[in-house]
């Protein structure tokens, strides 16, 4: 039982890092790429959905529960950016915390980046398929419910719009998204109504297999597919393909704010503390953790490590300039969206192309769709291309099959057959599955790395000193202990059955270490090796 936390050596992953040739990750990215991954991984959902929610939950404050995610995710920031400036390889969390705290600590950061990464590629695709259906719609192209959503979302989404419908009919001055209209659609749904399920089901209109209603996601079945197949034809092409998303949709956010700024009204804002925060500081703090799953991604920055041209320089850059500029972004946007409409009308849905809607722009709105689209799409490439890299630095070090999980293609230098796996992964889940706990489960798994990462600065601070370190985190210990504070208070804030969640989880992750990963282990291995001679 000692062993299982046994340190990889610092000098034996700097040898690792410095490794050439067909068989290793190509080192192609600048600081310009690295900036548009971070970017393209964390502009996406948050910006475009999520915001409504927060809205309801913080009000106008909801430009400081951004604030209060994006300093929780600065202080990990500036500790990943010492990490992945000073162990410049693939695996991220994983890698720093193989380094500081030990085997096992390491294999439970991996399986929980694989939460983060590999489910959280499965939430995005899904809302991706959403808005392409969206899209769809400005263009009067109708998709099939049952082939735009899995079977329990479909119901949903059938029931939904019948209910919408009925709720309209007999309100007619009700507008879709308002406090009133959710609560009078509740109050039908909770009613149980034979009618309502008759027509759900009549709408959703879906086959049957064995006397079983079925639903399938297929656009986020086929996304899923095409970004895998991005990612396998090399870094290069990648990071050419997420630049260009990158530059649509962030013109599309500043596009949201010039625009936007035109419409807003002061009073919006509130007069006095009370009415500018309405829950207080609850709040803001409950809305910072529902919110968060806007910042994710930006960490799989540095699980390209091994594929960086300068990873000591460039790797701090791309995580710090791209966090900053993502801040800023969803601030101002927050701004907007709680200036444009009044916090208890936002709509929870499709806030920000509501919010246009209200103000006669349609078009404004049909182009803001088309940013959600675009913006979901590299957030799902830079998911997968992480989750590809973590599995691959596992594999590395013998804790999942190497064979398998670290073969590097001849022409391509990827690691495919990792990446080809992370990609049906997610194409299936996010295609046959409802995924709205799954996602919770990702911001939970997401802050619990961000903790981890702070805490192992920390120790590597205090048993190597005297390590080289070409970025430094400022102000050690106060900036990982703010790190600590902040991540987990929002972990807190997710509840009781997140942390149930993440648990089974996590067990289900230690059931895999101590059955095939522990006994593969080179580490393990090596250490046996050296006891065996010791002992002769």
Request: charged share 15%.
């Amino acid at each position: 039982m000692g062993n299982l936390f046994a340190k990889k050596s610092m000098n034996k992953m700097m040898a690792e890092a410095n490794e050439h040739g067909v068989d290793t990750l190509e080192r192609v990215l600048g600081p310009v790429q690295l900036t548009a991954l971070g970017i393209g991984a964390v502009i996406g959902a948050g910006i475009f959905v999520l915001s409504g929610l927060g809205a309801r939950t913080a009000g106008p404050s909801l430009m400081l529960a951004f604030v209060l995610s994006g300093l929780g995710c600065a202080f990990a920031g500036l500790c990943y950016a010492e990490f992945a400036a000073m162990i410049p390889l693939a695996g991220s969390a994983y890698t720093y915390a193989y380094a500081t705290l030990g085997e096992l600590i390491a294999w439970i950061i991996g399986w929980d980046l694989t939460l983060e990464y590999a489910m959280g590629a499965s939430t995005v695709s899904s809302g991706w398929s959403n808005n392409f259906v969206e899209m769809l719609n400005i263009f009067h192209l109708r998709f099939p419910l049952w082939l735009a959503y899995d079977h329990w979302t479909g119901l949903r989404q059938a029931t939904d719009r019948v209910a919408r419908g009925m709720v309209l009919s007999s309100h007619p001055g009700m507008v879709p998204g308002t406090p009133a209209f959710s609560d009078a659609m509740d109050a039908l749904k909770a009613a149980h109504p034979p009618e309502l399920l008759t027509q759900a089901h009549a709408l959703l209109n879906a086959p049957h297999i064995f006397g079983v209603e079925i639903g399938v996601n297929v656009p986020a079945f086929l996304i899923a597919l095409v970004i895998t197949a991005v990612l396998v034809v090399g870094i290069k092409e990648s990071a050419k393909f997420n630049a260009t998303i990158v530059a649509i949709k962030v013109g599309i956010v500043l596009f949201v704010l010039g625009l936007g700024s035109h419409y807003i009204t002061k009073s919006n804002w509130g007069t006095d503390w009370h009415s500018f925060a309405p829950f207080g500081v609850g709040g803001i703090g409950l809305a910072a953790g529902l919110v968060f799953f806007s910042y994710i991604g930006f960490d799989a920055v540095s699980t390209t490590a091994q594929e960086a041209k300068n990873p000591q320089r460039d790797l701090p850059i791309g995580i710090i300039v791209s966090l900053s500029i993502c801040t800023l972004l969803y601030i101002g946007v927050a701004a907007v969206l709680t200036g444009m409409v009044p916090w208890r009308e936002v709509n929870i849905e499709a806030p920000i192309s509501r919010a246009f809607l209200d103000h006669n722009l349609a078009w404004a709105s049909n182009i803001v769709t088309i940013g959600a689209l675009a913006g979901l799409t590299s957030v799902m490439l830079v998911m997968l291309l992480g989750q590809s890299r973590v599995l691959y630095s596992m594999a590395h070090d013998g804790l999942l099959p190497k064979k398998f999980f670290g073969d590097i293609h001849h022409k391509f230098r990827t690691p495919w057959k990792g990446t080809i796996l992370a990609g049906l992964l997610a194409a299936i889940v996010g295609s046959i599955t409802p995924i709205d706990d799954i996602g919770k489960m990702v911001n939970i798994g997401t802050l619990l790395a961000f903790v981890i990462v702070c805490i192992a600065v920390i120790v590597l601070r205090r048993t190597d000193p005297d390590r080289a370190r070409p970025f430094k985190t400022p102000l050690v210990p106060f900036v990982p202990i703010l790190g600590i504070l902040f991540n987990g208070y929002m972990m807190y804030k997710l509840g009781v059955w997140n942390w149930v969640r993440l648990i089974v989880w996590l067990i289900i992750g230690l059931v895999v270490y101590f059955t095939y990963s522990r006994k593969h282990s080179t580490l393990q291995q090596s250490l046996e090796a050296k006891e065996s001679v010791e002992i002769k």
